[in-house]
């Protein structure tokens, strides 16, 4: 089971671009590399997933170099609104059932300062 | 369209109590899974089931139960709560292909307290 590092927090402000980098030096290789965001009192919400190089959705960037043991998250012009908790995770559970599991660390608080 | 949804929102039980916490989808996703997150920590997996009629140990399974009615719905049940299940639980689907990868969705969650 991979696990992963993260930042415990980072600090921002309006308007930046934030990067937040995820280390996995033991990923497997049909592991994908997921990030979800989390808002207090609610459940986390899917962000961006990639298997490697890049990967581009409407709200964030991931970044991952070839020998895919780190990853990073790239959020263009935040705002106070992204100020929440980032979970970086690897993992395949395409299949969804046994012998799989991923590893939710504690996660990266992002806080945006106006 | 409502997604995931959880019953109860909040639930306060005495040691001891039980209770069935209920989870429907309506997304039509094959698996379902149960997570508990204590405070300042990542969830950790209580059960799940891959798909109708299967359900399977997470990593925390310990004082709890589980029933895949149906398609739309898991239930987790606490025969007799603890102080140590204090928590928020989080019901997730997902669909079961290659194409999903890990993207699962969640629901609003339960907070239960146990005195």
């Known amino acids: 089971l991979a696990k992963t590092t993260q930042p415990i927090s980072m600090d921002s402000y309006e308007g930046q671009e934030v990067n937040i980098t995820c280390s996995h030096n033991?990923?497997?290789?049909?592991?994908?590399i997921t990030w979800y965001q989390q808002f207090p009192s609610q459940g986390p919400r899917f962000i961006i997933q990639?298997?490697?190089?890049?990967v581009t959705n409407e709200v964030a960037s991931l970044f991952i170099p070839a020998d895919r043991k780190s990853s990073t998250l790239s959020l263009p012009r935040v705002s106070l609104s992204d100020t929440a908790v980032y979970y970086c995770l690897v993992g395949d559970m395409r299949a969804g059932d046994s012998n799989y599991q991923l590893i939710w660390g504690a996660g990266t608080k992002l806080i945006i300062k106006p | 369209n409502a997604g995931v949804t959880q019953t109860p929102k909040f639930q306060v039980l005495k040691t001891g109590q039980s209770m069935t916490l209920q989870c429907a989808q309506d997304m039509n996703h094959n698996s379902m899974y149960w997570y508990r997150q204590d405070p300042g920590m990542g969830l950790r997996l209580i059960y799940y089931?891959?798909?109708?009629?299967?359900?399977d140990k997470g990593e925390v399974p310990n004082g709890y139960n589980v029933s895949r009615l149906n398609k739309r719905e898991f239930s987790l049940r606490l025969e007799s709560a603890a102080p140590s299940q204090t928590s928020v639980y989080f019901c997730?689907?997902?669909?079961?292909?290659?194409?999903?990868?890990?993207?699962?969705?969640f629901g609003p969650g339960t907070r239960l307290t146990v005195t």
């Open positions: 089931s891959a798909s109708e009629g299967t359900t």
């Open positions: 033991n990923i497997a290789t049909n592991d994908y």
């Open positions: 997730a689907t997902k669909f079961r292909g290659r194409a999903s990868g890990n993207e699962q969705y």
């Open positions: 990639g298997y490697k190089t890049k």
